[in-house]
Structure formats: structure tokens, C-alpha cells
């Protein structure tokens, strides 16, 4: 499939006669698919039964007869101030008590029936009159699930799914109070009724009660995004997809994935960099005006998975955002090379957000492809060098990589519940191990804990809460080699210590005995360098110590096709734990200079070169802020 460019596009923020002159210059600039309507429900719907699409009929119209592929988006990220009033008990409410009100965006509560319904009635009447409307091309349901911490909602109507959902889950108080060890501190129930929400405790609330209610809120997202999903199914025979977040955590997009046809997220490198990212020694500075090397890529391959291959980037960022707590300018070529690297990682489009910088409301400062007064901005010209590179490219082949790393949103929840050390983080964890990937040329694969079913040389499970034996014979049997830790296999699915301990592996005797969690300016020394940081598990066992603490104890433990490893791991100690794996396996790896990174299509080698310099590798000059791309030998040449 040949990569394309889009643009998002807000035709009610505009008059009618700019349409087709934006239509064109669209075109004209490469783009092929614009994407408009997921925040305007109150001007297709002003009142509630007052249709009003008119304008959405001939703004479809007027774009799709330049040439444009439209995505059209249901409004449901923003129900108008009517639908407030006529259901006051929609609005999610905070951890603290406090309603989410009306005046953004997101103010509503995956739990409400009552909106739920209200979503699938503007689907069902969008579907029926644009389902099979030549020029929409696929449909976009709702906008950003989690982001502005929407996921959880401690509100009536949440209270009561979540009590209904228990009783499914548990099928009896006493197997719910066993499984949850409500024994401790008298915190036994003797109804599903009398189950309350995990917020406002003296202390903690019980992990188990949390971690319950966090898998709880992903299954309201799930099943808020299938009900519009099967609505739209019986319209359209078009792709339906959804536009996820960069390091959003809240809920499974494998499970809502699961129901869409293409994944897409939207991409902010800046605005991650400055608001998502912990700073390591300066490394912030370094990247201001490009974004984190390996923030993008991480988030492009984990998308890849979650669409079963297919992926876009829905918003690529052309120039200062409005929302990070610093918002520089993306250096001269940044916005070409994003583009080009999302087309690396196997991108059918990249959309930039979005066509003309709005003059009003709260993304005035947010840079598009025009400035409000209608001038070029700095990003028009790339986005055109872009499609006349992608012109010249021609179709992109994705193959499977020789390495993946499991991906696991429970996890993320686990932890998050119980951190147990401030520095310890999930998503910190699996980007640490990504980076050392790409830190030595590789291609990454994520994979979920359902779909082990391709073959790898090395998988990587870092931090994986929950294992078992069906868990960890199928990972066996997907790869050579897995590296599991630290903190792998600790909890079972109700946030209890394994009764045969942790990791609890039957191709592995090893034992965690003890964990100790580190403030950032201590570390345990590993002999031979590296070290590990924030967390640490001692172990025993006869499983072969394959590495070692200077204080002796094992920092890697291994048999059986099978690793473990015993703390969170600079980077010095993962490129060696990496080039050690590599020689188990027999993969090649290469040392990428700092802010290079390299990524093998089928039949391509992209070089990404992140620095504001030119960077020389194996023969090769990268310019600063460019993308070199090279024909790949075929198999058994040099």
C-alpha cells in the first residue's frame, strides 16, 4: 500500500466560501484525506431533535469533488450544553468528588447509559445518511479516549456498573472477598451493595478493590467504543478506527482495537518530550526542537500491533502546540522526518493537525499547516516535500521483526496502584528496554499477552504482572529466548502474591526473596558495568547466575530458554544484558550513533537522524533533522 498525507480540517470554524479554496491548496500540497466533524455535534444538532447537516452534506461534497478522501468523525468527544442539561448526571467526576463540567471538552462518563444511547442515536443518524457516500472513506468514533484523565470516573452511575460488574466478575460476595483478602482490616462485604469506589479512604484502598476498578474502566471504554462500533456496521462497509493518545495507559487499546478496523494515534514529539517524559542528564535539552528519538517509533510500533498491522498517524504536530508546559519550534526538516519515520514503521497516512491555526478558544496558539490570517507556515512546505518524497518511495512493506517486547495495559494499572518506589514507572520500564533495542539497529515488534503467535528470536516482558502457566508456556514456545523482570510474574490477576511465589516459573528455578525500591541518586553496581536503578529483586535458586551484583547476589538469572532479570537496568547494563541475548540468538547487532536511529522495511533502511547535525554511519552521511533512505539488499547479498 502507497502511504498517503491528510490534514484535519474544521470546516465550521470557517466561512463557507474558503472550503474550496482550502480544498484546493490541499491538494495542491500533496494531501490526499482530510478528516472533519468530531467536535461539532452542536452544530449538527443545535437542539436536541434539531438536525442540522446541511452544511456537512456540502462540506463532504465540496472536499470529496477536489479529490479528497474524507474521515468523518462521530461528535461524541464534545455532547453540546443541551445534553448536559437533559442528563446533569453524565458528567464524570474527578477522584476528589468534583463534577468534570461542561466548557471543554471529554465531560461525560463512559458509565452513563443514558449518554451511551445518545451516542449510538448521532451514529445511527451520521450512518444512515453518510454510510456509503462515495467520498467518506472511513469513520473516526469519538476522539481521544483518556485523554485529560477521562478514563476513570468516580460517579453514581460508575458506582453502579462497577458493583453490576463485580457480581459478574465474582459471582459471589464471599468469592470477592477471598479473592481480594478483605480479611485485612475488617474490610470484609457482605453484599455487592455495599461496595463502594477505591477513592476518599483514610489511606490506601485495597490494591485488589483498585486494580478491579481500573479493569473495570477499560471495559466501559471497550464497550462505549462497540456501541457505536455496531451501529456504524450495519451502515458502512468503510474502515472504522479510533485516534489513541501518546503514553495514555488508562485503558486496553488491544481490547478496544479489537473491534476497529485501523488503529491511529496522534503524534506530538514536542509537546511528549516536554510533558511525558522524564528527564535523564540533560537529554531534554538535547532534543527540544526534535522530540525523544525512540518516543515516536515506540508508539508507532505499539499502534501497529494494536490494529493488527494496520495504522495511521491521525494528528502529526507541524509546529508549536498549546497544551505542554514548554512549546518550542520544531527544528527546520522535524516535520518531514516525522512524517517519513511514521511511514517507516509501516503508516498507511500521516495527517498533520491541522489545516489553519484557529484565531479563537483554547488551541489559538496551536501552529497548523497555515497561519490564522492564511499564510503559509513553516510545515506547508514540508508536508509537500513529504508527499513528493512519498511519490518517489512508492509502496512501503512491513515484514515481522526478530525481536518484540509484551506489551500489557494491566501492568501499567498494577503498578500504578502499587508503585512501591516513586521511580518506578511501567511505561518508563518497557521504553528503557525499546531504547536499548534501537540503541543497536533493531526492528521492534510489540505484542500482546492474547497474540503470541508469531516467532520471534527475543521477546521481552519487562515488568509483566501477571503471568501463569499458560502465559508463560506461550511465550516459550514464541520465541528462543525471553527475558522476563524485574517485577515480572509478582501479582495474580486480584493483586495477591503467587502461591507458588514470584516469578512463579516452571522453566525457571528462581525466587524473588526480597525487593528493595531506590531513591534516584542511589544505585546497585552490577560487575562488569551497569548497574540497576529504582527497583531491585534479590533472588535465589539454581538457576544459573548469569550476571552479578558486586554485592554478589544475582542480577541475572537464567535456564531453559529463559531470563531473568533482577532489577530495573540502566543503560549501560541493558546494552549488555541485549548483547548478551544477541549472542544466545544469533542476531546481529550494530551500535547506532547517539540520536540515530535505524528502521528495515521489506525492501528499505531508513536512517532517522534526530540531531541538528550530520551524523556519518558505516559510510553514510545523515543530515541533521533528515531521513536517508536505502534500497536494502536482497537476501544473501552483501
Given amino acids: 500500500m502507497k502511504p498517503e498525507l491528510g490534514v484535519c480540517y474544521y470546516p465550521e470554524h470557517w466561512p463557507e466560501a474558503m472550503w474550496a479554496e482550502d480544498a484546493a491548496r490541499m491538494i495542491g500540497t500533496g494531501l490526499t484525506c482530510v478528516r472533519i466533524g468530531e467536535f461539532a455535534w452542536s452544530r449538527m444538532e443545535p437542539q436536541p431533535g434539531h438536525l442540522q447537516l446541511d452544511w456537512l452534506d456540502r462540506a463532504i461534497e465540496t472536499l470529496g469533488s477536489a479529490g479528497l478522501k474524507v474521515v468523518l468523525g462521530t461528535p461524541t468527544a464534545t455532547p453540546p450544553r443541551w445534553m448536559v442539561d437533559k442528563h446533569p448526571d453524565m458528567l464524570a467526576v474527578d477522584e476528589q468528588g468534583h463534577p468534570r463540567k461542561f466548557g471543554s471538552r471529554r465531560h461525560y462518563c463512559f458509565s452513563h447509559q443514558g449518554y451511551v444511547d445518545e451516542c449510538s442515536r448521532i451514529a445511527r443518524i451520521m450512518g ?46 464471599e468469592a470477592l472477598n477471598t479473592a481480594w483478602g478483605n480479611v485485612f482490616w475488617s474490610m470484609e462485604y457482605a453484599s455487592f451493595d455495599e461496595i463502594d469506589l477505591p477513592n476518599q479512604t483514610v489511606t490506601e484502598p485495597n490494591p485488589a478493590h483498585v486494580l478491579a476498578f481500573r479493569r473495570f474502566s477499560s471495559d466501559q471504554v471497550v464497550a462505549f467504543n462497540k456501541a457505536q462500533v455496531d451501529v456504524l456496521r450495519q451502515l458502512t462497509d468503510v474502515p472504522l478506527l479510533h485516534n489513541y493518545m501518546g503514553r495514555v495507559l488508562d485503558f486496553d487499546h488491544f481490547e478496544v482495537g479489537a473491534d476497529l478496523d485501523i488503529a491511529t494515534w496522534d503524534s506530538y514529539p514536542i509537546g511528549f518530550l516536554s510533558d511525558r517524559l ?6 531534554k535539552v538535547a532534543f527540544l526542537q526534535q522530540g525523544d528519538p525512540d518516543m515516536q517509533a515506540f508508539h508507532h510500533d505499539l499502534y501497529r500491533a494494536v490494529g493488527r498491522g494496520r495504522w495511521w498517524v491521525m494528528e502529526q504536530q507541524p509546529g508549536p502546540v498549546n497544551w505542554a508546559p514548554y512549546n518550542p519550534a520544531p527544528l527546520p526538516g522535524m516535520v518531514r522526518l516525522w512524517s517519513l519515520e511514521a511511514v517507516a514503521h509501516g503508516a498507511e497516512v500521516v495527517s498533520y493537525f491541522r489545516w489553519r491555526q484557529a484565531p479563537f478558544a483554547q488551541e489559538q496558539m496551536h501552529a497548523g499547516l497555515l497561519t490564522p490570517n492564511n499564510r503559509p507556515a513553516p510545515a506547508l512546505t514540508e508536508a509537500r516535500q513529504t508527499a513528493d518524497a512519498l511519490s518517489e518511495l512508492g509502496e512501503v512493506r512491513q515484514e515481522q521483526a526478530k525481536v518484540a517486547i509484551v506489551f500489557d495495559y494491566a501492568s501499567d494499572w498494577a503498578w500504578a496502584t502499587q508503585p512501591q518506589g516513586a521511580g518506578f514507572d511501567y511505561f518508563r520500564l518497557v521504553l528503557s528496554a525499546y531504547r536499548a533495542l534501537r540503541r543497536v539497529g533493531m526492528s521492534v515488534d510489540f505484542v500482546s499477552t492474547h497474540d503470541l503467535s508469531g516467532k520471534y528470536d527475543l521477546i521481552l516482558a519487562p515488568g509483566l504482572a501477571t503471568l501463569g502457566q499458560d502465559l508463560e508456556s506461550r511465550l516459550q514456545s514464541a520465541c528462543k529466548l525471553a ?34 525500591t531506590l531513591p534516584p541518586t542511589v544505585e546497585r553496581p552490577v560487575n562488569g558495568g551497569g548497574a540497576a536503578l529504582h527497583w531491585v529483586d534479590r533472588l535465589s535458586g539454581s538457576a544459573t547466575d548469569l550476571l552479578n551484583f558486586e554485592d554478589g547476589a ?40 547517539q540520536g540515530l536511529r535505524m528502521r528495515e522495511t521489506a525492501d ?19 543530515q541533521g533533522c533528515d531521513v536517508a533512505i536505502l534500497k536494502r539488499n536482497p537476501p544473501g547479498q552483501g
Fill in 128 to 173: 444512515e445518511r453518510y454510510g456509503h457516500n462515495p467520498h467518506v472513506a472511513a469513520w473516526q468514533i469519538d476522539n481521544e479516549y483518556g485523554c485529560h484523565d477521562t478514563t476513570v470516573s468516580y460517579s453514581a452511575p460508575a458506582l453502579h456498573a462497577f458493583r453490576q460488574w463485580l457480581a459478574k466478575q465474582y459471582g459471589s460476595i
Fill in 278 to 283: 522524564e528527564d535523564d542528564d540533560g537529554h
Fill in 554 to 593: 544475582a542480577a541475572l538469572k537464567g535456564e531453559n530458554g529463559v531470563w531473568y532479570l533482577a532489577g530495573f537496568p540502566d543503560e549501560q547494563l541493558w546494552d549488555r544484558v541485549i548483547a548478551m541475548a544477541a549472542r544466545h540468538t544469533g542476531l546481529s547487532v550494530q551500535a547506532m550513533p
Fill in 483 to 516: 527475558i522476563l523482570g524485574p517485577r515480572s510474574g509478582a501479582i495474580t490477576g486480584d493483586f495477591q502474591i503467587p502461591e507458588n511465589g514470584r516469578p512463579g516459573l516452571s522453566a525457571l528455578d528462581c525466587d524473588v526473596d526480597l525487593v528493595e
Fill in 604 to 622: 528499505h533502511v531508513f536512517l532517522i537522524n534526530y540531531n541538528a547535525n550530520p551524523v556519518i554511519w558505516n559510510g553514510q552521511t545523515v
